[in-house]
């Protein structure tokens, strides 16, 4: 069997030989679409990994919040369900704010294998200098821990989370609101809440244009926190992050199902984001399928040339022997050499591409930066399959017609 | 002693409008060891009773035997099968690969049935062609080559499988009288000393009276025989 697959391979490889003009046409159609699918989907998937990675590392993977997503069921319907009386619009009592038994959290939290729960108190503040007044969210949180799940430490310009712990009052704010106020580090700035005036020290700044982070936020000790806001002992709000940041959904369902606090995953924060990138995913692969489809064309055209052809050629074989099924054959083996051919060279095509894409810099809010590609082999793999599949339907669809030759018909007219 | 190939009755009709009768009514036996010649006017249905007999075209009525065996309802690659093993064509233009040497031309049949090694295969081919006198040349295509030679070229490749029937269809109609002796000799030659049933398709008639028998066929019909 592999015997006649060699000499039916041998046949084709003659006719590719034979008509270089033609297979150089239908090789480089190959070779440029695979070449571009694999330029194209390494930014495309490289950009998606990153603009997720930026996702998932933006905030913790699991935020555990002090909120409930409905209020409790009233005692009375939970006693009697399916009674004869309904009751409607009830006014739920007003509870205290804050995570209650935050310290059973944390623990079931830290069961879950590799997981980082991270407590932390937020409430507002007025930032007071001279006559300059700045409201602030105000987040107390461990920064040992704090610095593990979330990446805030990374966007200090100067200073640092722990540095919180060494200076009594410690307070980081971002460099917007520093110049705003015209602060600098160390110095001191009066702290209005609901619950009295007290001074802290600047001891870090966020780097500019982070949002929130950096025009409006302000980061001190969780202690510090509880003590200024008035609240000892109170926690409310638990970052989670996971080893698997995919396993969030499931670990968030658990946790709220168990606690009924509400616990959201980085999922479902972005959920939005997400769908676009589906979307996007769509446009992408159905533009870069047209552009391999197209090059299957020039397969077709090679093939169903040689079929054209080699009549007389093939009416000798079946002559000789050789069956429909061997001729058919010989000629989708002829398509499928073409597009091997294109394969490897539309990969070095890619692999160039990628390099020139790679080594482009583009400056963005002062720092260079170069483009994300996703470089792994799957899409080397991805783009030849596609090729040699289409390769195969455009070969078979003429070769179809090299069976269907009459050799009678062909040494009737010769004779 | 059974005939290598045997026809009852065979005859083919082409289904057009009004349709066209190629063949009718053919019954003969073909021995092994025996030299046919069929032989009448051009359209008379002579080629087309060799592509019957060669299982290249399909009979529309009658029945055909192989070595003994029905084979008129055979599948195209059962039929392709026994091209392959038992029999060998030679046509009146060499039908040669064009892209492929004498000697790979001549080994092709012998790869396709795969029974015999490469080196065996290619030891094989290279003595064929020794014997029919092409030893110097076996590495030529056939756009190197004269026509006789070609047309040795193609008896070789015929006889590549050792076939028991060697259909020829006008094997002389291009060549000049010395290659044409040359040829002919030849498949005489096939016949008598290699025991093989040579059938010879022409209109020269003096091919025809060297032949053990002679079919004469008239307008698709098989007129005469002896």
Sequence with gaps: ?415 | MTAVVEARGLGRTLALEPPVLLVADASFSIMAGSFTSIIGPSGCGKSSLLYLLGLLDRPTQGQLLVDGQDVTGLGGDARARIRLERFGFVFQFHFLLPELTALENVMLPMRRLGRLGNAAVRERAMSLLGDLALGEKVDRLPGQLSGGERQRVAIARALANDPAVILADEPTGSLDSVNSERVLATLHQLAREQARAVICVTHDSSIAASADTCIRMLDGRVVAMG
Excluded: C
Excluded at chain 1, 139 to 159: A, F, H, M, Q, Y
């Design chain 1, 1 to 415: 069997m592999s015997g006649r697959l060699g000499l039916l391979a041998g046949l084709a490889a003659k006719q590719v030989a034979m008509r270089r003009r033609q297979t150089l046409v239908a090789v480089s159609g190959v070779a440029v679409g695979v070449g571009f699918f694999l330029a194209v989907s390494a930014m495309m998937i490289g950009s998606q990994a990153d603009f997720i990675r930026t996702l998932i590392d933006a905030a913790p993977h699991i935020i555990i919040s002090d909120e409930l997503r409905s209020p409790p069921p009233q005692p009375g319907a939970v006693a009697y369900t399916g009674g004869a009386i309904a009751i409607r619009h009830q006014k739920a009592r007003t509870e205290a704010r804050g995570l209650k038994d935050w310290q059973e959290i944390l623990r079931a939290v830290d069961e879950v294998p590799g997981a980082i729960g991270s407590p932390s108190l937020t409430g507002g503040l007025t930032l007071r200098l001279g006559g300059r007044e700045e409201a602030i969210a105000l987040i107390g949180v461990e920064p040992d821990i704090e610095s593990k799940v979330s990446t805030v430490e990374d966007n200090l310009r100067v200073g640092r989370l722990r540095d919180l712990q060494t200076v009594p009052g410690g307070l980081i704010v971002g460099e917007d609101l520093a110049q705003r106020m015209g602060l600098q580090v160390g110095d001191v700035v009066g702290a209005t809440t609901a619950g009295g005036a007290r001074t802290l020290r600047i001891v870090g700044l966020f780097k500019k244009g982070r949002g929130q982070l950096s025009s409006a936020s302000g980061y001190v000790l969780l202690r510090e926190a509880q003590s200024v806001l008035g609240r000892p002992f109170v926690v409310n709000r638990i970052g989670v992050k996971l080893v698997d940041p995919y396993q969030s959904q499931e670990v968030a369902g658990r946790l709220e199902k168990r606690f009924g606090y509400k616990a959201e995953s980085w999922q479902e924060r972005s959920a939005d984001f997400l769908s676009l990138l589906v979307t996007r995913n769509v446009i992408m692969y159905s533009v870069v399928s047209a552009i391999l489809l197209v090059a299957s064309f020039g397969i077709y055209t090679v093939v169903s040339t040689s079929v054209a052809d080699k009549v007389r050629d093939i009416a000798i074989l079946r002559s000789i022997g050789f069956s429909e099924g061997d001729l058919q054959l010989v000629f989708v083996i002829e398509g499928v050499a073409l597009a091997l051919i294109g394969v490897v060279l539309g990969w070095m095509l890619g692999y160039g591409l990628m390099a020139i894409l790679g080594s482009l810099r583009f400056p963005i809010a002062g720092e260079d930066q170069t483009l994300p590609l996703d470089r792994s082999a799957r899409q080397y793999a991805v783009a030849a399959a596609a090729s040699l599949l289409s390769a195969v339907v455009a070969a078979w669809l003429p070769a179809r017609k090299a069976s269907r030759v009459d050799p009678v018909d062909i040494l009737r007219s010769a004779a």
